[in-house]
């Protein structure tokens, strides 16, 4: 039976992807050797890294001045590099899920930090707005997609002191002005490749401000001069970054990608609004088009389960909601196709006139 992949990560990759891969697994570049087996310093291997790079500069219009790095140590690394690296005395984070709330975490051993807002009291279910950035802080950091609740910042902010964004479940599904943010960060195994690398976009000029001494390996200058090479990459998640970014520009960029996700997320919540059984957990205005997160209304609670079970006789997986929020999750990532959306929502209409 034909899967429909509704995981949070790792999660739906395109056919695209997942051919070239295991092609390249078995024959890498006609070299008659697996990717798995070849220096990373080949020319073939070198060749997959400089385009990698080059593609995300271009598909996210990356202005001068900034690098693109693949680096390991997932997202939750970055957590650490970026105060590491950025935070002289104080930063401010928005405290939008538990992805900020590990990020606040980390930046505390290296400064003072001051959460603007945060929207933890009522579980994560919106995003908090007019709040002030206080102006003397080094930056200023979002979530721009909370994963766990569904929620996003679908518009690049005005801020008054440096932007830095954790963009690991929802980059290349909008157009950004990159030129609003320091350092953009982003694990892979979310809209891009399987795990092992995440991508960081650093502006030079934010560089080289702390005092402290920095690891040489969580320095981001360090993976600036040497192009992401200084040790060995994580090669294989590189390549199949690539040949994602590839297949992004082949469906036109990153706003045909947006147009699809629009209309993904909206069929979705539209059914979600016009069920009599199912209701949506976040607010209307900050609803993330890359989760889609809901759960039965209190009457029919005790089906949660059942549903899930039938909806895996159509091949739906990966709906069932993180434990903190609880109902269902349905991803929508790039590479989903919105034959299995109309899968979900045919199943949800079905479930519920059983019922
Ligand atoms: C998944 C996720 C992370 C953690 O990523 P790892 O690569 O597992 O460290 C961090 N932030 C967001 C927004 C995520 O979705």
Same mark, same amino acid.
């Given at each position: 039976m034909k899967k429909h992949n509704f995981y949070a990560g790792p999660s739906i990759l395109s056919e695209y992807t997942l051919n070239n891969t295991a092609e390249a697994i078995k024959d890498f570049a006609g070299t008659g050797l697996s990717?798995?087996?070849?220096?990373?310093?080949?020319?073939?291997?070198?060749?997959?890294? !400089?385009?990698?790079?080059?593609l995300v500069k271009e598909l996210l219009d990356i202005p001068e001045g900034y690098h693109v790095l693949f680096l390991g140590g997932g997202a939750s690394l970055q957590f650490c590099m970026a105060p590491f690296n950025l935070l002289a005395k104080k930063a401010a984070y928005l405290e939008t899920g538990t992805w900020a709330v590990n990020a606040i975490k980390e930046a505390k051993l290296f400064g003072e930090v001051d959460i603007v807002a945060s929207s933890?009291?009522?579980?994560?279910?919106?995003?908090?707005?007019?709040?002030?950035?206080?102006?003397?802080?080094?930056?200023?950091?979002?979530?721009?997609?909370?994963?766990?609740?569904?929620?996003?910042?679908?518009?690049d902010i005005d801020s008054p002191i440096p932007?830095?964004?954790?963009?690991?479940?929802?980059?290349?599904?909008?157009?950004?002005?990159?030129?609003?943010?320091?350092?953009i960060y982003a694990g892979a195994q979310k809209n891009l490749a399987p795990a092992g690398v995440t991508i960081a976009i650093v502006k030079e000029s934010a560089l080289g401000k702390v005092e402290r001494s920095i690891p040489t390996m969580l320095d981001y200058r360090t993976h600036i001069k040497k192009g992401s090479m200084f040790n060995t990459p994580p090669v294989l998640p590189i390549f199949a970054a690539l040949q994602t970014l590839k297949w992004y520009k082949e469906l036109g960029g990153i706003k045909e990608l947006e147009k699809r996700d629009i209309a993904k997320a909206t069929k979705l919540y539209d059914a979600i609004d016009s069920s009599k059984m199912f209701v949506g957990t976040t607010a209307h205005e900050d609803r993330s088009i890359m989760n889609v997160c809901y759960v039965m209304?209190? !009457?029919?609670?005790?089906?949660?389960?059942?549903?899930?079970?039938?909806?895996?006789?159509?091949?739906?997986?990966?709906?069932?909601?993180?434990?903190s929020v609880g109902g269902f999750r349905a991803s929508l990532y790039n590479a989903l196709p919105i034959e299995s959306v109309d899968v979900l929502i045919n199943a949800m209409k079905e479930f519920e006139k059983n019922h």
């Amino acid at each position: 039976m034909k899967k429909h992949n509704f995981y949070a990560g790792p999660s739906i990759l395109s056919e695209y992807t997942l051919n070239n891969t295991a092609e390249a697994i078995k024959d890498f570049a006609g070299t008659g050797l697996s990717i798995l087996e070849i220096s990373h310093r080949s020319k073939e291997f070198t060749a997959v890294i !400089e385009e990698a790079a080059t593609l995300v500069k271009e598909l996210l219009d990356i202005p001068e001045g900034y690098h693109v790095l693949f680096l390991g140590g997932g997202a939750s690394l970055q957590f650490c590099m970026a105060p590491f690296n950025l935070l002289a005395k104080k930063a401010a984070y928005l405290e939008t899920g538990t992805w900020a709330v590990n990020a606040i975490k980390e930046a505390k051993l290296f400064g003072e930090v001051d959460i603007v807002a945060s929207s933890k009291e009522a579980n994560f279910t919106f995003i908090p707005k007019g709040y002030t950035i206080p102006t003397d802080a080094d930056y200023f950091h979002i979530t721009t997609n909370n994963t766990i609740y569904g929620t996003e910042i679908r518009k690049d902010i005005d801020s008054p002191i440096p932007l830095v964004a954790d963009m690991s479940s929802d980059i290349f599904s909008r157009p950004i002005d990159v030129s609003k943010y320091d350092l953009i960060y982003a694990g892979a195994q979310k809209n891009l490749a399987p795990a092992g690398v995440t991508i960081a976009i650093v502006k030079e000029s934010a560089l080289g401000k702390v005092e402290r001494s920095i690891p040489t390996m969580l320095d981001y200058r360090t993976h600036i001069k040497k192009g992401s090479m200084f040790n060995t990459p994580p090669v294989l998640p590189i390549f199949a970054a690539l040949q994602t970014l590839k297949w992004y520009k082949e469906l036109g960029g990153i706003k045909e990608l947006e147009k699809r996700d629009i209309a993904k997320a909206t069929k979705l919540y539209d059914a979600i609004d016009s069920s009599k059984m199912f209701v949506g957990t976040t607010a209307h205005e900050d609803r993330s088009i890359m989760n889609v997160c809901y759960v039965m209304k209190p !009457e029919f609670t005790e089906l949660e389960k059942e549903f899930v079970d039938f909806a895996s006789t159509k091949g739906i997986v990966g709906i069932k909601g993180h434990r903190s929020v609880g109902g269902f999750r349905a991803s929508l990532y790039n590479a989903l196709p919105i034959e299995s959306v109309d899968v979900l929502i045919n199943a949800m209409k079905e479930f519920e006139k059983n019922h």
